[in-house]
Each structure stands twice: as structure tokens, then as C-alpha cells.
């Protein structure tokens, strides 16, 4: 986004009117959005005021410090990216795991962008804690349900009887990572693609759950046997 563009939407009412406070803080925050998400979060704020039109003193009106500002916009990026209803699909045992995977990935790779797919990278590589802090969410909403469902099916003791192995983690971890290569070759890598992926997406669904199935039974097997030390995680609803 360039300046001149930057400008005009900080600037969006006729001559003598002011934004509210609230709303002029929002659209401050999704360019700094983009700010960082195209020069990395070295950028300095003397640059995104410039780019802005506005005065460096005005961002600090708003935010004490630089930290401040990243924080509050990545919240502002990630912090409503998840659809309530998505908690009850995923654990909704009357549907076959493979389409509730299916529906859940296909919305949740809709929703990215390449501005969220490139500030989320960019906080990994500038050390940023989202990416951390991401993690344990996705343990919590799609990684927990996943193993659960994969348990039952096995016969396996269920989470609040036994906490989570990290081999299984790990293994709920391969779907979502191939998930979201997509959004990295369309977005990061800039590769062709087709308009919609959700047959790629039905494809690594299929895949993982028909070797899932077996992995999680030999995953016990060995914890339980052959005493092969697979490290328990604790759920965090039960910390």
C-alpha cells in the first residue's frame, strides 16, 4: 500500500470533519498493519507516519511505545480470526472427522490474506511472541479435537483420562502445516494456484486421517510397551 493511498484512507471525510477518536485509532492500526507486514517490524514509526501523512507524535497520541503499536495490531489482525461455530463443528462426533476437516480448513484458509500470511511470518523472523502464543490456540480449538476424535475412534483412553502425547501434537500438526503451505505458496512464494483449493484441501484431509487412524494406535502401542518416552502435554483447559 503506498503512501498516497495510506493517506487518503487516514483522511476518508470531507474538509472540517474529524474522525472519532476510535475509528481514526482503527484505521491507524490497519496500516501499521501493512506497514509491517511489507517492511518487517524494523520499520520505525518516523517511516509509517511518513507514509501516513501524519506526524510521528500523533501514533504516540495513541500508543506509548513502538511495542505497543505491534501488539495492538496484530490483535487487531488475528485477534477475531476465529468463527465461534468452528469450536462446535469440530467436535461434533456425528459427523465423519474427514469432512468436519474438511469444512473447518476450507473456511479457515478463506479467511487469510496476503497481509496476515506475510505478518504473521514477518513476527516470526522479527521475534515477535504471536506466533508462539498462536500455538498454544491451536492446541487448545483444532489440535485437541482432532486427537480426541482420532482416540475415539480407536478405542484409546480419551484426553481427560490421559493428557496429550506430543507425538500426537506433532501429528495433528502435519494436516495444519500443509494447510497453511497453501496460503505461504500463494502468498509468500507468490506461485501460481488455482482460484480455489478445496479439493487440494479434501485431498490432505483424506490422506492424514486414513494414516492418523494408524499412527495414533502405534503411538500408545510404544508409550505403553515399549516404554519409548513420548512427552505429555496438559491441556490447557485443565492448568
Known amino acids: 500500500m503506498g503512501a498516497?493511498?495510506?493517506?487518503?484512507?487516514?483522511?476518508?471525510?470531507?474538509?472540517?470533519?474529524?474522525?472519532?477518536?476510535?475509528?481514526?485509532?482503527?484505521?491507524?492500526?490497519q496500516e501499521a498493519a501493512a506497514f509491517f507486514a511489507e517492511v518487517g517490524f524494523e520499520g520505525t514509526t518516523r517511516a509509517l507516519?511518513?507514509?501516513?501523512?501524519?506526524?510521528?507524535?500523533?501514533?504516540?497520541?495513541?500508543?506509548?511505545?513502538?511495542?505497543?503499536?505491534?501488539?495492538?495490531a496484530l490483535a487487531e489482525v488475528?485477534?477475531?480470526?476465529?468463527?465461534?461455530?468452528?469450536?462446535?463443528?469440530?467436535?461434533?462426533?456425528?459427523?465423519?472427522?474427514?469432512?468436519?476437516?474438511?469444512?473447518?480448513?476450507?473456511?479457515?484458509?478463506?479467511?487469510?490474506?496476503?497481509m496476515s500470511m506475510r505478518l504473521f511470518v514477518r513476527a516470526g523472523l522479527d521475534g515477535q511472541p504471536l506466533p508462539g502464543?498462536?500455538?498454544?490456540?491451536?492446541?487448545?480449538r483444532i489440535f485437541?479435537?482432532?486427537?480426541a476424535a482420532l482416540r475415539a475412534e480407536a478405542g484409546l483412553p480419551g484426553l481427560d483420562e490421559k493428557g496429550m502425547m506430543r507425538g500426537e501434537r506433532e501429528l495433528a500438526m502435519t494436516l495444519h502445516g500443509a494447510v497453511?503451505?497453501?496460503?505461504?505458496?500463494?502468498?509468500?512464494?507468490?506461485?501460481?494456484?488455482?482460484?480455489?483449493v478445496d479439493d487440494i484441501i479434501r485431498l490432505q484431509v483424506e490422506t492424514f486421517v486414513a494414516g492418523a487412524r494408524?499412527?495414533?494406535?502405534?503411538?500408545?502401542?510404544?508409550?505403553?510397551?515399549?516404554?519409548?518416552t513420548v512427552p505429555q502435554l496438559t491441556p490447557r483447559r485443565q492448568r
Do not use: N
Open 4 to 29: 498516497e493511498t495510506a493517506k487518503r484512507s487516514l483522511s476518508a471525510k470531507p474538509a472540517g470533519m474529524r474522525l472519532p477518536r476510535g475509528e481514526r485509532r482503527r484505521r491507524l492500526l
Open 49 to 72: 507516519a511518513e507514509r501516513l501523512g501524519v506526524t510521528q507524535a500523533l501514533i504516540y497520541r495513541y500508543f506509548s511505545s513502538k511495542q505497543e503499536l505491534i501488539d495492538a
Open 78 to 114: 488475528f485477534g477475531d480470526s476465529w468463527k465461534p461455530e468452528w469450536d462446535s463443528l469440530l467436535a461434533d462426533a456425528a459427523q465423519p472427522l474427514e469432512e468436519r476437516l474438511t469444512t473447518f480448513y476450507c473456511a479457515h484458509h478463506a479467511r487469510s490474506s496476503a
Open 133 to 140: 502464543r498462536h500455538g498454544a490456540r491451536l492446541t487448545d
Open 144 to 147: 485437541a479435537p482432532v486427537i
Open 180 to 196: 497453511i503451505f497453501l496460503g505461504i505458496r500463494r502468498h509468500i512464494y507468490q506461485m501460481p494456484m488455482p482460484k480455489s
Open 214 to 228: 494408524q499412527t495414533i494406535r502405534r503411538l500408545h502401542a510404544a508409550a505403553d510397551e515399549s516404554g519409548l
